[in-house]
């Protein structure tokens, strides 16, 4: 596919301008700090995951992720010529009946994935040539999320990053993420709170995404 309409220009990530950069090393220690009460989504768990305390999303301190490649079944602007550099993380906070992924969302075929070692996956992907790094269904594990993308800039970094999200996050969330992601792609999923409840399995599914 080298239709020139579907390959975005390369550019420079938001995260590398100087005033991202220096916000870094306090993101981060805001960012594992929250996970001693957390709220990365709007479940509102509040379980201590500093000590791998588990709720709906059954993930402790470290995210899970069960697998990384260069994916080229993404929206063209996104996969390119090289791929688009994903990363799907383990478990998730929502029980939609109709999931695709039910295997990855659900299953228990996936690895603790400690800041540095998504860090370096990130890099391999970069390295490997893949126009972005794809974060798939990250939203349980923003402040995990946050802690390598900081990693990885500091090591090299250079690609934009998507935010591949469900759309159940907390605007909390999205905030700290302000400045580190470059491409947002929800996939609302139901606009009924009784069909959320139903097919999602969270009532204010819909109310969060419209926010």
Request: net charge neutral.
């Amino acid at each position: 596919m080298n239709d020139p309409r579907f390959i975005l220009d390369p550019f420079a990530p938001a995260y590398l301008t100087p005033a991202v950069r220096a916000s870094l090393a306090e993101r981060v220690r805001a960012a594992v700090d929250s996970l001693r009460d957390c709220r990365a989504c709007p479940r509102g768990c509040r379980v201590n995951r500093l000590e791998n305390e588990t709720q709906v999303c059954r993930t402790g301190r470290y995210a899970r992720v069960t697998s990384a490649f260069a994916h080229f079944g993404e929206e063209r602007c996104l996969s390119g010529t090289r791929g688009s550099g994903t990363i799907f993380f383990g478990r998730c906070n929502l029980r939609c009946v109709f999931c695709q992924n039910f295997d990855i969302s659900q299953g228990s075929d996936d690895e603790e994935c400690p800041p540095q070692a998504m860090a370096q996956t990130m890099l391999a992907l970069q390295d490997r040539g893949c126009h972005n790094i794809n974060l798939v269904t990250p939203e349980h594990v923003v402040p995990q999320v946050i802690e390598a993308v900081a990693a990885a800039i500091e090591r090299g970094l250079r690609l934009p990053i998507v935010y591949n999200t469900s759309g159940y996050d907390t605007v909390e969330s999205l905030r700290q993420l302000d400045g580190l992601i470059d491409i947002y792609m929800p996939d609302f999923k139901l606009w009924s709170a009784q069909r959320c409840r139903q097919y999602v399995g969270a009532e204010d599914y819909a109310d969060c995404a419209r926010r």
